[in-house]
C-alpha cells in the first residue's frame, strides 16, 4: 500500500480485550484506553514522516535498505527510504508469522506444543535435524516443518487467508510450500508493519487464542517498560540477498509500535547485522533502551 498521508479513525475496543493484551504483554494496566485500532489493512495513516537522519546507522552498518515504524498512538508512520519501502519483496521467514496464524486458526497444527516432524533428510543447519514444536521452530526459523505446515493447511486454505488477511500481493503460485521463498508472495516493508500492526492489537480476522498463541511464540524479551516480538528473515537467490527483521513493541504505556526492516545483504557478515541495526534503530527513536 502506497504512504500516502490521510486522516486517519478509530475504533474503540472493548475494555477486557485490551486488559487481556496488556496483561500478556507485560505492560501497565488500561494503559492502552486512548490507542487507534488499525482494523483492517485500509485503515488509514495520520502522516508519514521520512527521517533521512536514521540512515546514518545504514552507512554505519555498511549496508543499504529501509526502515518503517507505525505508531498505535498517533498512526504515524517514520520511514527510511520512502520508496523503497513500498517496494515489495518476498517475505522469506518472516512468513512464519502468518503460516502459524493460518495453521493454528484452521487446525492444521492443535496448538503450540503439537509436536511436528521434520520428515527426515540433512541439513547444513543441524538444528533442523529433529521433530519440534512451533515454540520450537519458529525460533531456529525451522523451513523443513513450516513446509510441513504449509502443507497441511493446504493450497486452497492458504489462498483463502492470504486473502483475508490482505497479506502483500496475495499471490502463490502453484506450490503451497514453496511460495514464500520462491517469490512468489511478495509485501513491502509499509505492508508489513500494518499487518504486524493488526497482529499486535489483536484485531486480526481470526480467533483471540490463534492470535495470543502467535504473540507467544514471537516473544524475543519481556521486560517492565516493554514487550519485544519479532521474525527474522534472508531470502536469496543468484545475484540477490535479501535480509529482514520485523515485529513490534508494546510500551507500558500501552502504546505499539510495529516495525519492518529489510537489507540488501551481500555476505554471512550482513546476516548477523540485521537485528543490531534495528535495535539500534528502535534505542534512536526511544523505543527500546540502547
Known amino acids: 500500500m502506497p504512504l500516502v498521508p490521510a ?75 520512502r520508496r523503497r519501502a513500498d517496494k515489495r519483496y518476498s517475505p522469506a521467514s518472516t512468513f512464519k508469522i ?15 506444543d503439537e509436536i511436528l516432524p521434520y520428515g527426515g533428510g540433512t541439513y547444513k543447519r543441524k538444528e533442523w535435524e529433529r521433530d519440534m514444536n512451533l515454540r520450537d521452530a519458529i525460533r531456529v526459523s525451522h523451513l523443513p516443518i513450516y513446509r510441513e505446515v504449509a502443507r497441511r493447511i493446504g493450497l486452497a486454505r ?20 514453496q511460495f514464500w521463498v520462491n517469490n512468489k508472495l511478495q509485501i513491502s516493508a509499509a505492508e508489513q508493519v500494518r499487518f504486524l500492526m493488526r497482529l499486535a492489537q489483536r ?29 527474522t528473515g534472508w531470502y536469496e537467490t543468484p545475484g540477490f540477498s ?16 510495529s516495525f519492518a526492516l529489510n537489507i540488501d545483504m551481500h555476505g554471512e557478515a550482513d546476516v548477523a547485522k540485521r537485528i543490531p541495526l534495528g535495535r539500534k534503530l528502535l534505542a534512536r527513536m526511544n523505543l527500546l533502551a540502547a
Open 203 to 231: 484485531s486480526l480476522p481470526m480467533s483471540t487464542r490463534t492470535q495470543d498463541m502467535v504473540h507467544e511464540i514471537t516473544l524475543l524479551e519481556k521486560a517492565p517498560t516493554h514487550a519485544l516480538h519479532g521474525k
Open 7 to 81: 486522516p486517519f479513525t478509530t475504533r474503540t475496543p472493548r475494555a477486557a480485550r485490551r486488559r487481556t493484551f496488556l496483561a500478556q504483554s507485560g505492560c501497565g494496566v488500561l494503559a492502552a484506553l486512548g490507542a487507534t485500532r488499525f482494523a483492517d489493512a485500509a485503515t488509514p495513516l495520520a502522516h508519514v514522516e521520512e527521517r533521512p537522519d536514521l540512515a546514518t546507522h545504514f552507512k554505519e552498518a555498511g549496508v543499504r535498505g529501509t526502515w518503517v515504524v507505525l505508531d498505535s498512538a498517533t498512526a504515524k508512520l517514520t520511514v527510511v527510504d
Open 98 to 112: 502468518p503460516n502459524s496464524l493460518i495453521a493454528l486458526e484452521t487446525g492444521a497444527v492443535k496448538d503450540i
Open 242 to 257: 535479501l535480509g529482514w527483521w520485523v515485529g513490534w513493541v508494546a510500551q507500558a504505556n500501552g502504546s505499539v509500535q
Open 158 to 177: 492458504m489462498n483463502e487467508w492470504i486473502a483475508k488477511l490482505h497479506y502483500g500481493n496475495e499471490t502463490l503460485g502453484t506450490e503451497v510450500d
